[in-house]
């Protein structure tokens, strides 16, 4: 894993200088690097503790359970409203990092401990999602599709309610839901590989971009 965490520092033209620096404190802390969801990724006997992925305007530092971290410094980013469990530190340049280093290593051990003790993240039930009007009227009308969805894993299933209930507008909604139909009736994810080139599968990881070359 360390020649794919090589590669992608080397290829990265933003943030190469904070991730790699993000790279060695995180080592620094005892975790073993593996190279994951097409970034870096550090666990403790196995299991997940962080991550480091760069944006166009920031780059960060993930928990994989950071809504368990104490967070003292009142430092973590929850990415968006609908992420329950993962917090970053967020970063947008090298001498930010070097201030918070011993921060970012607390905030790792904690991390570390936390995933020792078993303590897991309550997360919502898909029966507490909102489920948009929209797609209860589809019910509705075409019981086969909803044999379809209710069938799908739980986790497939928050993935669309999200994504249908996003745009403000009823027409854009509808748009989605009948995007997404086929993809459903089949018994794929919103974010599953069609193609079966993905190396992540059943996520899909891009390779089927290369279909259209």
Same mark, same amino acid.
């Given at each position: 894993?360390?020649?794919? &965490?090589?590669?992608?520092? !080397? ?8 991730? $790699?620096? =993000?790279? %060695? +404190? ?50 973590? &980013?929850?990415?968006?409203? !609908? ?8 970063? $947008?340049? =090298?001498? %930010? +990092? ?116």
């Amino acid at each position: 894993m360390y020649e794919d &965490v090589n590669r992608y520092l !080397n290829g990265l033209k933003k943030w190469k200088s904070e991730l $790699t620096r =993000l790279r %060695e +404190i995180i080592l620094d802390c005892g975790l073993i690097e593996d190279f994951k969801w097409m970034h870096p990724c550090y666990t403790d006997n196995g299991k997940n503790i962080v991550l480091i992925h760069e944006f166009k305007d920031y780059c960060a530092i993930l928990f994989h359970k950071g809504v368990l971290i104490k967070d003292i410094e009142k430092i973590l &980013v929850q990415q968006t409203e !609908n992420v329950q469990s993962a917090r970053q530190i967020r970063f $947008t340049d =090298l001498p %930010e +990092i070097e201030e918070l280093e011993e921060t970012i290593k607390n905030y790792i051990r904690e991390a570390i401990e936390i995933e020792k003790s078993g303590k897991k993240v309550e997360k919502k039930k898909t029966s507490e999602f909102k489920v948009p009007e929209e797609l209860e009227q589809i019910f509705s009308e075409n019981a086969d599709f909803e044999k379809a969805f209710k069938n799908l894993t739980a986790g497939r299933q928050r993935g669309y309610l999200l994504h249908f209930d996003k745009p403000k507008q009823s027409k854009s909604k509808i748009s989605r839901i009948e995007k997404n139909m086929e993809r459903i009736i089949d018994g794929y994810g919103l974010n599953d590989c069609l193609c079966g080139l993905s190396k992540r599968k059943p996520n899909c990881d891009g390779s089927h971009k290369q279909l259209e070359k």
